[in-house]
């Protein structure tokens, strides 16, 4: 049985690392090119695989390069795609990422691509019935919205990586347990003035068990609906920073499987994401259990 599933982005990602970002009309060496898989729930499931949890993906892609590359990627990582299906003739979700050396930021362009709309199958829901977690991502809304309510009739956990405003996002968020919103996105949705009372807003709005406000190299805050709680941020020195909350979110699904408690499994997702931003790659720089346990012991940290 897989504990996680996910139903979200799966993206083919072109990263390309530049000194520094170019001027409009000019021309700029780049110093690597290098295709990875991204999108939040697809690489949140490769992060809790490479941590060692049983993930499958669920979705439908195509048979264009970049649908076969996120195939065999998937699989190179241990998440299972036996719930995904190929449609052929389409255009897959891809990206082109600009990764500063001199800022250590990224630039990011994105086509989402002509897969049509698809809704689960039996085998789909089956697989949503019989797991731990749900993790989506605001991505393919058709299909989220039809696991969400399968979720919520079986006990299975939803944990919702609410990293982007789109459209129709007010429908998936009564269904969250885990609600793990980008601190833009929690001031967007609910027009507080800052992170806290953002975090209060959703928790009273949407009723979910917590809520994690992910604030980039600021750390982040949690709430429970009895205090809030600033997790810490690490610092490192960063590659690429790409993927960094995706990983986050596949890291506290793991966590949530492991049992952990919720404020622990900041902690933990926190020192996760710090240490893929030292490798470049989504998916290739998320570190394995050992290697997080290992990074948090080497500061004083034993979750």
């Known amino acids: ?47 809790a695989s490479k941590l060692g949890a049983c993930c499958a993906y669920i979705g ?48 990011c362009v994105f086509h989402k691509g002509d897969i049509p709309k698809w809704s689960l199958d039996e085998a789909q829901r089956n697989a949503v019935m019989s797991a731990e977690i749900l993790m989506i991502d605001g991505n393919e809304m058709n299909a989220a919205l039809q696991a969400v309510k399968i979720a919520k009739e079986n006990g299975t956990k939803v944990l919702y990586d609410a990293g982007g405003l789109y459209d129709g996002v007010e429908n998936l968020l009564p269904y969250s347990d885990i609600l793990i919103p980008s601190e833009e996105f ?29 604030q980039g190299k600021k750390g982040g805050i949690i709430y429970d609906g009895k205090e809030i709680k600033e997790y810490p941020v690490f610092l490192v020195d960063a590659l690429d920073s ?18 952990y408690n919720y404020y622990d499994a900041c902690v933990f997702s926190s020192a996760v994401s710090a ?29």
């Open 1 to 47: 049985m897989n504990k996680i599933v996910g139903i979200g982005a799966n993206v083919c990602d072109t990263l390309i690392k530049v000194p520094n970002y170019p001027n409009e009309d000019t021309k700029l060496r780049a110093s690597t090119v290098l295709q990875s898989g991204g999108g939040p729930c697809a690489t949140g499931l490769v992060a």
């Open 60 to 107: 439908t892609l195509t048979d264009d390069s970049a649908g076969k590359f996120l195939m065999s990627d998937l699989e190179k990582y241990g998440v299972s795609t036996e719930f995904v299906n190929i449609v052929p003739g389409f255009t897959s979700f891809s990206a082109y990422i600009w990764l500063s050396e001199q800022s250590a930021s990224r630039t």
């Open 186 to 214: 929690a001031l967007g949705h609910t027009k507080a003035e800052n992170a806290c009372d953002a975090a209060k807003l959703l928790f009273d709005k949407y009723s979910p068990e917590v809520v994690v406000i992910t």
């Open 242 to 259: 790409n993927g960094s909350g995706d990983v986050f979110h596949g890291a506290f699904a793991f966590c949530v499987a492991m049992d």
């Open 275 to 303: 240490l893929k931003c030292t490798k470049i790659g989504a998916r290739n720089g998320a570190p394995t259990y050992d290697e997080t346990v290992k990074f948090l012991k080497e500061r004083g940290i034993d979750v």
